[in-house]
């Protein structure tokens, strides 16, 4: 049997878009640029697969899973029928990400303020930091 091997860190972002193709939009999704990336691919998704709801179902259920894997989102996802339905309840919880990749930013920014200002910091301070 012959086979093709993609490997998918060889392609950039601005590349993968470009190709407009499933296989691209596969490699997105799994490596989003933003949690806001994902409502542009599902969007992209539900056009591509209007014509074929079995697939579009498939990719839908592919998708809540790869989200739900993701310890950023943080989130478990309900059951979904569809990518636009799945689009609908993203676009619903992408507030909610936004605040939580803002506030991990900032407390890496304190912690990495703090190391270069006072050197070693206690276990005990980067876990408050954490849990603020």
């Not at 997105?28 to 806001?36: G, K, L, Y």
């Not at 803002?102 to 070693?120: I, P, T, V």
Request: charged residues 25%.
């Amino acid at each position: 049997m012959k086979h093709l091997l993609i490997d998918q860190n060889a392609y950039g972002e601005q590349e993968l878009a470009s190709l407009r193709n499933l296989v691209a939009a596969v490699f997105r999704i799994e490596h989003p640029a933003s949690p806001q990336a994902i409502g542009g691919l599902l969007s992209l998704l539900a056009d591509w697969l209007a014509d074929r709801p079995n697939l579009g179902r498939m990719f839908a259920l592919w998708i809540r899973a790869t989200l739900m894997r993701r310890t950023e989102y943080r989130t478990v996802l309900p059951q979904i029928d569809d990518l636009q339905e799945l689009n609908v309840m993203l676009a619903e919880r992408l507030e909610e990400w936004a605040h939580a990749y803002k506030a991990e930013g900032e407390a890496l920014a304190l912690q990495k303020l703090l190391r270069r200002r006072f050197g070693s910091i206690p276990a005990g301070v980067l876990q408050e930091i954490s849990g603020a």
